[in-house]
Structure formats: structure tokens, C-alpha cells
């Protein structure tokens, strides 16, 4: 999700969807004078008694909690008030577009052409977010961006679940009339648009429990089984991707098994996403595959584009491409898959406390770390953030204030998906006796 620089990254994206939008329709020319686009509050807009600018302003004069998501993840504390999870804080932005004019219908003209960017956009897309945050030297290469531009990049608005979505606003006379007079501004033609939702998760540490190992002999609960019975589709589909000795995540090197229908064919690829990569990874099954089951190897080794620094950990979805002689190409549907760091070293380990109590640990792990994953290392059931890292690693820092003497599992989690601390290759499963570390 995004972090406290998302609302400001909304107002920086769509000034640049008004900006690009009105240089591809050559508003200028129209007009005949050159359109400047502001986000600044009405009142700070520099007008004269016998004139306005030739300017559009994007003001952000509202922000309230969204319905759907307010209720998310709550309760977040346990009953000793300490905090479990970062339920977000999720925002409805409602934003006031206001045209201004030096002469006749050029207002109208230029709310005309706003009008209509943000009624064929009405998502704001990932690419778009991203294009539009990239810092890029100022036309001339006359210095440096301000700072807060220089900062929007880090919002991680463009990894946020939800896409931000625009919907125009209708204001009656009332609400106009008491927005321009709390502005103390003189009215000028506008309209209100609303941008929904920004999710703004915040990065304090939580407590998570250990994994459970087994569950008791009491415990009934149902496991959903297929209906043997069920007509299979005439078309490709994925029922179902297991990672091996049922662990809840894959890890690099593992052989995934995939269930499905239809899944034969001339030429058979598997196709992983996930969000921080520009293009799909494909990958060809496991020779033996059949209609219904399909391995795949996710590799292991530093060759060519299949390198581990290129499988980042986090949530991937599946999907396979299936090609027959003479028919057209068809993909099945998308599944979800985790893919878990893997702890390769913990140092030092006894790790001694200094005098304030503080423990720093380093971590080396697979697949590298990159800078905007959010990464932390759970000592038990207690979370510690990693110190920042300003490139793609494989070593991480994690400093430990008031760490508590002994023995603790330890799992490493990256964008939500833990390491595998529970050995289940045996029965009953156990935990893996080399991811801890002792603290003296």
C-alpha cells in the first residue's frame, strides 16, 4: 500500500494528466495564449481587477474516510493494547478544478478541455502514476526539482491494491456558495471531482504469532473437495498451484504442481507477474505434463534472464499459454502464488545486547531486497523493520532496541510473504531449528 506521500502523489499525478493532456490538444494555439497549470489553494491564484491568467488550479478541499474501507482490518490491537496489524487508513480526496481566463470563453474553453482528460480517464493506472512521479530534470536542465517532487517517487501509490478511480461531483448552489466563501476568493467557474480510495498503511511494527504447526485432534474443520462428478470446461483452465510438502509458499528453486483442465498443447507456458516487474516472467513446464497437471521449476541459478535477482519475493499471479496448430493462442485464468524470502544467514549469532539493551543483526537472504519492498524480521512474535537500503541487496540490517535475552524464531517477511520458518517435509511438521538466533 501507499505510505503518507499518496495524497500529494494524487494532486502531483493528475496536474500532470491536466498539463500532457492539454499540450496534446494544443489548448495553447486554441486559445491563443499559453495555459499554465497550478495546485495551489484559489485564494494564492494571482489575479487583478482586470485580469485573470490563462490557468487551470487543482485544489484538494476535502479528504474523508472511505466507506468501504474505514472497517478494515480492525481490531489491530490485542487485549494488553499492544498492536497487531497496520489496518490502513483509507482516503476519498474531493478536489475543486477551477478554470481561469484573461478574455471571453477562454474559462469555459479550458474547463471544457479538463472536463474531458478526467472523463476519459477515469482510472488512474499504474504506468500513469508511475510515468507521471518519475523525477525528470526541469526543460533546459536549469537545476534541480523542488524537494517534494524529488519525494513523491517513494509514495508507492502505484503498488497500492486499489487503482485510484475519478468520479465527477455534483455540487448545488449551498455547497458552492459556502466553498467560495470559506476560500475568500472570488468565484470563477469550477466543478468538484472526487478520487478514491488512497490506501495509507503505516510502517510501525506489528506483532504476528508464530505459525501454527498442527492442529489438535478435536479440530473438524471441512476441506473442500472437487467434484469428481463436475463436467470439465471445454476450454484451458488452472484449478489449483501447490507449492511442494504443502508449505503455504514457494521459494526459489522450488517444483511447482499445477492442476487444471486442458492445460496440453503444441507449446505450453507458464507466465508469472507480479507488480515491481515490467513484463511477465515465462517459464516452459517439466517434460511429462498431461491435460490436467502441469511442474514448473522456478529457477535457482544466476543464468541469463531467469537470474534469482529478477524473482523479487511477494505475491505473483499464474497463468498458463497453451498453443495448438491452427488455432488461435488461448491463456488460462490467473492464480495467486507467494513466493517467500529464504534466510541464508543470520550474524552474529549469540548476538550480545550493548548497554542500552540494543542487538544489531544482518541477514542474508534470496532473492535480493529491493529499495521499495517493505521488509521486516520477526524476532518471535515482535516485528523489526530493516534499516534502509538505497539499491537492490542481499544483505540486510535490522536494529533491535530493548531485545530480550534468548532464543528466538526468526522469519524474514517481504511484501507480506514470510519465510519458511515450519519444516513440513516431516510429520508431524517442525520448526526449522536453523532459522533462530540467540541474544545474550
Same mark, same amino acid.
Given at each position: ?169 455534483? &455540487? ?105 516487474? &515490467? ?37 505473483? &499471479? ?121 541474544? &545474550?
Amino acid at each position: 500500500m501507499s505510505n503518507a506521500l499518496a495524497i500529494a502523489a494524487v494532486t502531483a499525478v493528475l496536474k500532470d494528466l491536466l498539463d500532457n493532456g492539454l499540450i496534446d490538444r494544443n489548448v495553447s494555439s486554441t486559445i491563443g495564449a499559453p495555459v499554465t497549470i497550478s495546485a495551489l489553494p484559489p485564494d494564492r491564484v494571482k489575479t487583478t481587477d482586470n485580469s485573470d491568467p490563462t490557468q487551470l488550479n487543482l485544489f484538494l478541499y476535502h479528504v474523508a474516510p472511505n466507506q468501504g474501507w474505514r472497517n478494515v482490518g480492525l481490531p489491530s490491537r490485542n487485549g494488553r493494547g499492544e498492536r497487531l496489524s497496520n489496518p490502513p487508513l483509507a482516503l476519498d480526496l474531493f478536489y475543486l478544478l477551477t478554470a481561469y481566463g484573461k478574455q471571453d470563453f477562454e474559462a469555459e474553453i479550458l474547463l471544457g478541455y479538463a472536463m474531458q482528460l478526467l472523463h476519459e480517464t477515469p482510472v488512474l493506472t499504474r504506468d500513469a502514476i508511475r510515468r507521471s512521479l518519475v523525477p525528470t530534470s526541469p526543460v533546459g536542465g536549469g537545476g534541480l526539482l523542488p524537494p517534494p517532487l524529488n519525494a513523491l517517487p517513494a509514495s508507492e501509490l502505484a503498488e497500492q491494491v486499489e487503482l485510484i478511480k475519478l468520479t465527477l461531483q455534483p &455540487t448545488n448552489t449551498e455547497e458552492t456558495s459556502k466553498l467560495w466563501s470559506a476560500i475568500q476568493s472570488n468565484y470563477r467557474p469550477s466543478v468538484a471531482y472526487q478520487a478514491s480510495v488512497v490506501l495509507v498503511e503505516s510502517t510501525r511494527p506489528a506483532r504476528s504469532p508464530l505459525p501454527v504447526l498442527t492442529r489438535g485432534s478435536d479440530d473438524r474443520a471441512p476441506v473442500a473437495e472437487p467434484d469428481p462428478t463436475a463436467p470439465a470446461p471445454p476450454f484451458p483452465i488452472l484449478l489449483a498451484v501447490t507449492p511442494p510438502n504443502r508449505q503455504p509458499s514457494a521459494r526459489l528453486g522450488d517444483l511447482l504442481e499445477i492442476s487444471g483442465h486442458n492445460l496440453d498443447g503444441d507449446s505450453v507456458t507458464v507466465r508469472f507477474t507480479h507488480p515491481l516487474l &515490467t513484463a511477465p516472467i515465462s517459464l516452459t513446464p517439466q517434460p511429462g505434463g498431461t491435460a490436467t497437471d502441469l511442474t514448473v521449476k522456478i529457477p535457482d541459478v544466476a543464468d541469463d534472464s531467469q537470474a534469482p535477482a529478477n524473482w523479487p519475493a511477494g505475491f505473483y &499471479t499464474l497463468a498458463a499459454t497453451i498453443s495448438q496448430a491452427g488455432q488461435p493462442e488461448q491463456t488460462t485464468n490467473e492464480l495467486a502464488l507467494a513466493l517467500a524470502p529464504t534466510i541464508l544467514t543470520i550474524t552474529p549469532d549469540p548476538a550480545a545486547r550493548d548497554n542500552n539493551g540494543r542487538v544489531t543483526l544482518t541477514v542474508t537472504c534470496k532473492p535480493q531486497v529491493r529499495p521499495e519492498q517493505r521488509t521486516s524480521l520477526f524476532l518471535n512474535d515482535r516485528e523489526v523493520p530493516a534499516q534502509p537500503h538505497p539499491s537492490t541487496t542481499d544483505t540486510l540490517t535490522f536494529r533491535v532496541d530493548a531485545a530480550s535475552p534468548g532464543q528466538h524464531r526468526v522469519r524474514l517477511r517481504v511484501d507480506g510473504v514470510d519465510s519458511l520458518l515450519v519444516d513440513r517435509s516431516v510429520t508431524p511438521p517442525v520448526f526449522d531449528p536453523s532459522q533462530s538466533v540467540t541474544i &545474550t
